[in-house]
Nanobody, 122 residues
Framework: QVQLVESGGGSVQSGGSLRLSCAGS??????MGWFRQAPGKAREAVAI????????YYADSVKGRFTISQDNAKNTLYLQMNNLKPEDTAMYYCAAKGSGRCPAPPSDFGRWGQGTQVTVSS
């Protein structure tokens, strides 16, 4: 069974930092991303990494604050989140796809983790 497991979420104050990790048998060096979903809102892409880690995509709301990276030797995806804001509060998911277009919308990704909660208080 294909699996991805996220870790590193938690509760921090505004301006704080967290580092999320994602690993598992569903890992792909082709295209992986971090997505988030707040209550009552649609799931959105936060950051995507592709072409073996050479290229990245960031949502405008996180540019300059979040950094996506991957260690293909460890089959692990990371998301370093700095200067966190209350509006970053959401469940964060990692996802992978092995072919096709990348970046891509959430519906294109076939492998998902169960999510890790990030809560930022003001």
């Amino acid at each position: 069974q294909v699996q991805l497991v996220e870790s590193g979420g938690g509760s921090v104050q505004s301006g704080g930092s967290l580092r999320l990790s994602c690993a598992g048998s569903g890992y792909s060096s082709y295209c992986m991303g971090w997505f988030r979903q707040a209550p009552g809102k649609a799931r959105e892409a936060v950051a995507i990494i592709y072409v073996g880690g050479v290229r990245t995509y960031y949502a405008d709301s996180v540019k300059g604050r979040f950094t996506i990276s991957q260690d293909n030797a460890k089959n692990t995806l990371y998301l370093q989140m700095n200067n966190l804001k209350p509006e970053d509060t959401a469940m964060y998911y990692c996802a992978a796809k092995g072919s096709g277009r990348c970046p891509a919308p959430p519906s294109d990704f076939g492998r998902w983790g169960q999510g890790t909660q990030v809560t930022v208080s003001s």
